[in-house]
């Protein structure tokens, strides 16, 4: 049998903070993506003619418009509606034909829409995901087999502790002041290489991170840097 999902994903990092999302169906798979979606700031709608209890509780997010209504094309195409200027849609309701509804206005329109019934519509699938403060860690299996993906997934969560957020925070901060200190783009690549060699993670682990940083700090301040 031929895997009809996506052969060639190709995975992006996106940026939804504030962006308008839709998800039509409120039972266990609209809540688990409503709920990554909330997750990434997002602002989400959701139109279904039932909810599950979790939704019905994410009705005091200030980020979440519940709509108790059967799904209708206008609520996606009617510019002047407050469904209108999604940027991304998913189809998440047991019904499969009202699903592929969803998939060809959202399609028609140039948006991005996930149908969780029918990964081979789908111009987006979500993997499952791994998160460390600035660290994403994402593992898909292309809509092969969503709980090998999850198991993956959890063994990478055991892999990589909490220390991973403070020690990315800490990357980020030295980043930015090489970045603005050091002009030499081959010397500051240098740096950037030799910060990964220094044991951070075990400093971190080891509850000495704070008062390492801080010397290291006034050292750098001292620096010539160039
Ligand atoms: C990763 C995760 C993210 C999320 O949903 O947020 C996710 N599925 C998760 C779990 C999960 N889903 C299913 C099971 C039951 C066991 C099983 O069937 O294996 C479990 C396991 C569980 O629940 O433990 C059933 C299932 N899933 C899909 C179908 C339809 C089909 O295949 O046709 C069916 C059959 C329905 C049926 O037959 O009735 C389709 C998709 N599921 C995807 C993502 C996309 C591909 C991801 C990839 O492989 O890369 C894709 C293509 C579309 C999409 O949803 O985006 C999330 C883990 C979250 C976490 O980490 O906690
Ligand atoms: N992608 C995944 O990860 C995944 C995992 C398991 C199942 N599935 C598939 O996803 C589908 C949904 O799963 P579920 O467990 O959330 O189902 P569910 O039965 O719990 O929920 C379906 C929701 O859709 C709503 N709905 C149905 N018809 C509607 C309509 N015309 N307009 C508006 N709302 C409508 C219902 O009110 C209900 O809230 C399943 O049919 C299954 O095939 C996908």
New binding site residues.
Partial sequence: MELT?MNH?YPIMMNLSGRRCLVVGGGA?AE??V??LLQAGARVTIVSTEFTEGIIEMENHAEVVLYRQTFHPSIMIDESSDFASYILV?A?TNDAKVNAHVHEIASRQGQLV??????QL?S??????VRRGKLVIA????????????KI??ELDNAYGEEYETYLDFLSDLRLLIQSRVADKQARQRVFKEMLEWDVLAKIRGGTFESWKEKLYITLEKEPWM
Avoid: L, M, W
């Fill in positions: 999902t994903p798979v688990r993506k709920k990554s998913v998440a996930n149908v969780v019934d029918q990964p789908s987006f699938i979500v993997p499952s995901v593992v898909s299996t292309g809509g092969a087999s969503p709980s090998a993906a999850r997934a959890q």
